[in-house]
């Protein structure tokens, strides 16, 4: 059978993930595997319409289309999205409706999740027959157990698409789009003191009710808040996934763009920030996704640390909660307090310009009022996740993060606290023995409130 694969990495046949998919298709000659580099050169996709044109009719004439990505902060990279786009601005779902449809990724497993759920998403509002993904870690191709898993599941969908199988389909369609929202004139008129305020949206149409919700937020400060559109922004193109930035932070695009004096001068020192954009698709716009990708040449160091930070966001964001987690672990990945998220959902704009007020009321609340929000597990899971990985394998691809990660306390490994193991060998042993172990389980529950409960009833 044909097989259409769709690579989304920015490095083309230097990916990864296509070496997953050069060994299924030496594993199983008898299929065609046809890979269109669709990441590495959307921007010729975008200008040649005939460059597009050839992928579609691959996909037409194809049994199987298999979507090949990298994990990039959350979601796909830029470019891979910015293709997404491309098919439902060109109304060319026609060609992928009906088509069986696995997706593949490589990742260190942060946040794969949210990346295939957005996947499977739009394979089902593209009307596809949604078989499967596959989440392998970066070199699990290494390691036998992990071919062997790989080969199963190649085999799998291909068995699946040979007897034509039933798939459920999972994600709804999303429903109309809200009202056009009309902002009433605020009475509001917040101090923000000396704090710095930046409102950034993307710009990139359709906006839906994004700049009247801007216009209505910066209106409720007294005082200026800075409004920068990222369609101004000088950004040549997304993150190569080249890595230069591990050892010193160093983009490749340094001094070939604006983005990073843009970020380093305006968000970073900002102390309020503010990301406002429509919906497009099952998340925020690939204009949106490129600021995201190329604020990696800070590699996985929090550079949002004790802002204050919130979302404007026009569309049906009720109806997508994957991407609402995506937003709140962006918050929590940046150790920044997510002040709130406020949509153009509401029954009408006096609704939401109430929450729009209250919105402005919180972001410029001291911070002594509004302390950090401990970590949820996107935060703890996540950290724990590039802990492991810095610290191990990828210590020398990343070295900036590791100066970081060991300077801050990061390396937190249960493993050195000895009065725990020690304890915890003593305990195990206890337990073995059968009159300890009965004792133990009856005292359990109180022994386990013992310590916070001494701080609540005396402190």
């Given at each position: 059978m044909n097989i259409a694969v769709l690579n989304g990495s920015p490095k083309g046949d230097l990916s990864v993930t296509l070496q997953y998919v050069r060994y299924a298709a030496a594993k199983f000659p008898q299929h065609s595997f046809r890979i269109f580099p669709v990441a590495r050169t959307i921007r010729k996709i975008e200008r040649d319409e005939s460059a597009f044109q050839e992928i579609i009719d691959a996909v037409k004439n194809a049994d199987v289309v298999l979507w090949s990505f990298p994990l990039y902060f959350f979601l796909v990279c830029s470019q891979y999205k910015r293709f997404i786009e491309l098919i439902f601005e060109r109304k060319q779902q026609e060609a992928f409706a009906g088509k069986y449809t696995v997706c593949l990724s490589t990742s260190v497993h942060f946040f794969d999740h949210t990346a295939h759920n957005y996947m499977h998403a739009v394979c089902d509002d593209l009307g596809m027959n949604f078989i499967g993904s596959y989440s392998a870690a970066m070199y699990d191709l290494m390691r036998g157990k992990e071919r062997k898993r790989w080969?199963?599941?190649?085999?799998?969908?291909?068995?699946?698409?040979?007897r034509r199988a039933p798939t459920p389909r999972v994600y709804p369609p999303l429903k109309a789009s809200p009202a056009a929202y009309s902002p009433g004139r605020t009475a509001v008129d917040i101090e923000a003191q000396d704090k710095r305020i930046l409102i950034l949206q993307d710009g990139q149409?359709?906006?839906?009710?994004?700049?009247?919700?801007?216009?209505?937020?910066?209106?409720?400060?007294?005082?200026?808040?800075?409004?920068?559109?990222?369609?101004?922004?000088?950004?040549?193109?997304?993150?190569?996934?080249?890595?230069?930035?591990?050892?010193?932070?160093?983009?490749?695009?340094?001094?070939?763009?604006?983005?990073?004096?843009?970020?380093?001068?305006?968000?970073?020192?900002?102390?309020?920030?503010?990301?406002?954009?429509?919906i497009h698709d099952r998340y925020l716009s690939s204009r949106w996704k490129m600021f995201f990708d190329r604020s990696f040449y800070n590699t996985h160091v929090p550079t949002l640390a004790g802002k204050q930070i919130a979302y404007l966001i026009s569309g049906p964001l009720a109806q997508i909660p994957n991407l609402r987690q995506v937003l709140e672990a962006y918050a929590e990945f940046q150790e920044a307090n997510l002040a709130g998220i406020v949509?153009?959902?509401?029954?009408?704009?006096?609704?939401?310009?109430?929450?729009?007020?209250?919105?402005?009321?919180?972001?410029?609340?001291?911070?002594?009022?509004?302390?950090?929000?401990?970590?949820?597990?996107?935060?703890?899971?996540?950290?724990?996740?590039?802990?492991?990985?810095?610290?191990?394998?990828?210590?020398?691809?990343?070295?900036?993060?590791?100066?970081?990660?060991?300077?801050?306390?990061?390396?937190?490994?249960?493993h050195k606290n000895f009065k725990v193991r020690r304890m915890n060998m003593m305990m195990t042993t206890l337990t073995k023995i059968p009159p300890v172990r009965r004792k133990f389980l009856k005292m359990l529950k109180e022994q386990m409130v013992k310590p916070v409960k001494y701080i609540a009833e005396n402190r």
């Open positions: 080969l199963s599941f190649a085999g799998h969908f291909l068995d699946v698409v040979n149409e359709p906006s839906g009710n994004t700049d009247a919700m801007v216009a209505q937020l910066a209106a409720c400060f007294r005082g200026t808040a800075d409004v920068a559109s990222l369609m101004d922004l000088d950004i040549k193109g997304g993150c190569l996934g080249c890595c230069k930035c591990g050892l010193d932070n160093v983009c490749d695009y340094q001094g070939k763009d604006g983005f990073v004096d843009f970020y380093e001068n305006s968000v970073k020192k900002a102390d309020i920030v503010v990301f406002a954009g429509a949509t153009d959902e509401e029954d009408n704009s006096t609704e939401t310009d109430e929450l729009m007020a209250e919105l402005a009321r919180r972001l410029v609340r001291p911070a002594a009022d509004i302390p950090l929000q401990p970590m949820t597990f996107l935060g703890v899971g996540g950290r724990k996740i590039f802990r492991d990985e810095i610290y191990g394998m990828l210590r020398f691809v990343f070295q900036s993060d590791y100066r970081y990660y060991k300077k801050h306390g990061y390396f937190d490994f249960p």
